[in-house]
């Protein structure tokens, strides 16, 4: 039996940010949010009814796609690049599709998916492995050709991680589980209890044998990657929706409550500071200080001890993660024209994308 119905857990998502809306103001729920990646001299942006190549030098549009908005195909998950040159984008229309990174024309699209795309896919050297809305994790060889497909009893809005030594892809789910999949035949290799709440966010891999994944119980878990058992649990502040960074054995992550952590890989917090607003997605580690965006609009840099360098009011809502090009910080408002702006590590605006209306 499914846990929650698809209306459950949009209604689930937006009032885990209306709860927290005391941390920084008030909500405005987005039809669609942003999704980026960088990849050379080029940003794709998936956002609303495009995906858009965005020239980084000075934010001219390479190209889009459809060519012509459809009012049937719109886009959440981040794009992401495959090793054979395949740009993958999953659409709110139960489709995926493969684009031609240079180009924006389509390679092939797969179609079985009975509900959305929220978590972008996976891609490895053995294939493609794509997480829906129905319940359904989607494995496909880089052709789109289906290999097998792992149900889950919730939701899976978070992309899979994997560990190229075990040869499994680890799954987080709606239905307050981590899985472990053998990545050649589909099968669980093991699943973790009841958690307490659902997971949105994309697991911490450690070389050590660990993974890290928060969850809607206002949890920090740590699992062991081989056995599925639970090392620990630590309380935060709120509910947890972005999956931690890692660096140098500590995670680094925000809350829906505002709060944004370095935690030791014990459990123990190494400090913790009170930003603007509701923090949703994974920070962005770079070697000179740490990026991430808040609900209230705002973009921080700070350093790796808690201090903050700098902060900076983009306007709108900032729910996706930043991205590092080159020497540019990039953001993707919802609700400005600007649908994705170039900041250098001063924070001092650089350019700002807004797309023509065709």
């Not at 030594?165 to 589909?186: E, F, N, P, W």
């Not at 919802?334 to 994308?353: C, E, K």
Request: hydrophobic share 40%; glycine share 10%.
């Amino acid at each position: 039996m499914k846990l929650f119905s698809s209306k459950t857990l949009i209604l689930m998502i937006f009032l885990a940010i209306s709860l927290s809306a005391c941390a920084g103001g008030g909500v405005t729920a987005a039809s669609s949010w942003p999704g980026i990646i960088v990849e050379g001299e080029t940003a794709y942006l998936s956002y609303n009814q495009h995906v858009y190549a965005i020239n980084i030098s000075d934010g001219k549009e390479k190209w889009r796609f459809p060519s012509e908005a459809n009012s049937k195909i719109s886009f959440y998950a981040a794009p992401i690049l495959t090793s054979d040159g395949q740009l993958l984008a999953g659409g709110y229309d139960h489709v995926l599709y493969s684009l031609d990174p240079e180009k924006g024309t389509e390679n092939w699209s797969f179609k079985e998916a009975k509900n959305r795309y929220v978590g972008s896919p996976l891609a490895s050297e053995t294939g493609i492995f794509a997480p829906t809305a129905d319940d359904h994790l989607y494995a496909l060889d880089l052709k789109g050709q289906l290999s097998w497909s792992f149900q889950t009893q919730g939701a899976q809005w978070a992309a899979p991680v994997t560990d190229p030594g075990c040869k499994c892809v680890y799954l987080a789910s709606m239905d307050h589980r981590l899985y472990a999949i053998d990545s050649q035949t589909g099968k669980a290799k093991w699943q973790t209890n009841d958690l307490g709440g659902s997971m949105v966010g994309t697991p911490a891999y450690s070389p050590d044998g660990m993974l890290y994944i928060g969850t809607f119980n206002s949890e920090m878990v740590a699992v062991n990657a081989e056995s599925g058992g639970i090392l620990w649990q630590k309380p935060t502040d709120g509910w947890v929706w972005g999956g931690p960074a890692l660096k140098e054995g500590k995670l680094y992550f925000g809350d829906l409550s505002g709060s944004f952590y370095a935690m030791e890989t014990n459990g123990s917090i190494d400090w913790k500071i009170k930003p603007d607003g509701p923090i949703a997605q994974t920070p962005l580690l770079a070697e000179e200080a740490i990026y991430f965006t808040t609900q209230a609009g705002s973009i921080y840099a700070i350093d790796y001890a808690g201090k903050i360098r700098w902060n900076q009011t983009i306007g709108g809502k900032l729910y996706t993660r930043p991205a590092l090009a080159g020497d540019k910080i990039l953001v993707a408002p919802t609700g400005l024209d600007a649908y994705l702006i170039a900041l250098d590590t001063n924070g001092t605006q650089v350019w700002q994308f807004i797309p023509e209306k065709k």
